[in-house]
C-alpha cells in the first residue's frame, strides 16, 4: 500500500487527551486497501470501563468487536480514545455495548459487525451483552470471541 498523501489525522502521532464523552469522542477512518475482499478486523478491549448510572461506581467489562469493513476501518487510536471516554459515562451494560456497536457502524458502514461486552460481576451477577448487524457474509471465517464465561473462584 502506498502511502496516501490525502490522508489527515488529527489523532494519531500526535498528543491527545481523553474525550469528555462519547458523543465528543471523535471516530477516524482510513481507506480500506483491500475494499473488494472480506476480510474479519477484532479489535479486544478487556480494561474497559463505565459507571454504574444508579451508584456511580465502576463496571468493568471485556469487549470484543469484530466487523467486515467495506470502504473504510476505523483508525485504532481515536477507538482506544472513545472506548476510554466511557470512564466517565454513567450507563448500564447494555446502553454501552449497543451504543458503541451503533457508533461504530453510523462511522464505517460496515458489512457486518458484531460486539461481545462481556461484563465482570456486579451484585454477584455477571451481565454478557451481545450485539450484530446482519447476517455474517458467506465463507467468511469468524473465530470464537475466547472470552470463558465467567466462573468466580472455581
Keep these: 500500500m502506498q502511502k496516501q498523501e490525502t490522508l489527515v489525522l488529527q489523532q494519531l502521532g500526535q498528543e491527545s487527551t481523553i474525550p469528555e464523552s462519547p458523543e465528543k469522542a471523535v471516530l477516524e477512518t482510513v481507506p480500506n486497501p483491500h475494499p473488494g475482499d472480506h476480510y474479519l478486523v477484532r479489535f479486544t478491549a478487556p480494561e474497559f470501563t463505565s459507571l454504574c448510572p444508579v451508584t456511580g461506581q465502576p463496571d468493568f467489562a471485556h469487549l470484543v468487536i469484530d466487523y467486515v469493513p467495506r470502504e473504510k476501518l476505523v483508525e485504532s487510536k481515536s477507538l482506544k480514545l472513545f472506548l476510554t471516554s466511557f470512564r466517565n459515562q454513567w450507563d448500564f451494560h447494555e446502553a454501552c455495548t449497543v451504543g458503541i456497536g451503533k457508533r461504530l457502524i453510523q462511522e464505517i458502514r460496515p458489512l457486518w459487525l458484531r460486539i461481545g461486552g462481556y461484563w465482570y460481576p456486579r ?30 473462584r472455581g
Design 123 to 152: 451484585g454477584g451477577m455477571p451481565i454478557d451483552v451481545f450485539y450484530q448487524s446482519g447476517e455474517l457474509p458467506k465463507g467468511l471465517w469468524l473465530p470464537e470471541q475466547g472470552v470463558p464465561g465467567y466462573r468466580g
